[in-house]
């Protein structure tokens, strides 16, 4: 993984295959960047993103993951080098007391197979480390084999989801990472 700093609101990122994109935290200034982005997701990645069949990402969802704390919720968007198109989203949101928190990713299904999921999930953790997180959560559908599969290769284990047999729960402790 390489990792530079680009300036106090963003970072670029590299994948292994040498793709390079920026992050950074969401603002309520890319509300119409994010709605636009969510156009390029593919159904089946909404739905494994929003744990629902939706079709569409509405103007208040869009608003609910623009204009985020910041503190115990926070949206990474990564953004291609062309500085324009979000390319991807990593929502982070913490539990109360700070030592769980869930993750919850999307990308554009024409920057599929990049890496980008990779180190974007990579660059999440390091970031909830930083925050003082111990376990980092992913709840998947059960059917989505490419998250499940990514999540064990970076450690996470995975359990039955309490309570919904169509979900599994995939978990690491952020002192291991």
Do not use: C
Request: proline residues 3%; without cysteine; hydrophobic residues 40%.
């Amino acid at each position: 993984m390489t990792i530079e700093t680009i300036d106090q609101s963003g970072t670029t990122l590299t994948t292994r295959s040498n793709f390079t994109f920026q992050v950074r935290a969401a603002q309520s200034a890319d509300q119409t960047a994010l709605a636009e982005f969510f156009t390029h997701v593919e159904k089946d990645d909404l739905r494994f993103r929003f744990l629902s069949p939706i079709n569409t990402v509405g103007p208040h969802l869009i608003a609910t993951l623009a204009n985020v704390d910041h503190q115990r919720t926070e949206n990474i968007l990564a953004i291609d080098a062309d500085g324009t198109t979000v390319i991807a989203s990593a929502m982070l949101a913490a539990d109360p007391d700070g030592k769980r928190a869930e993750v919850a990713m999307a990308i554009r299904a024409d920057y599929k197979r990049k890496g980008i999921s990779w180190m974007l999930l990579e660059h999440v953790a390091h970031l909830a480390k930083a925050k003082g997180i111990e376990t980092l959560e992913s709840i998947e559908a059960r059917d989505h084999h490419e998250a499940i599969e990514m999540e064990r290769e970076m450690g996470f284990t995975a359990s039955p989801s309490p309570g919904n047999p169509s979900l599994v729960l995939l978990q690491v402790k952020l002192d291991q990472k």
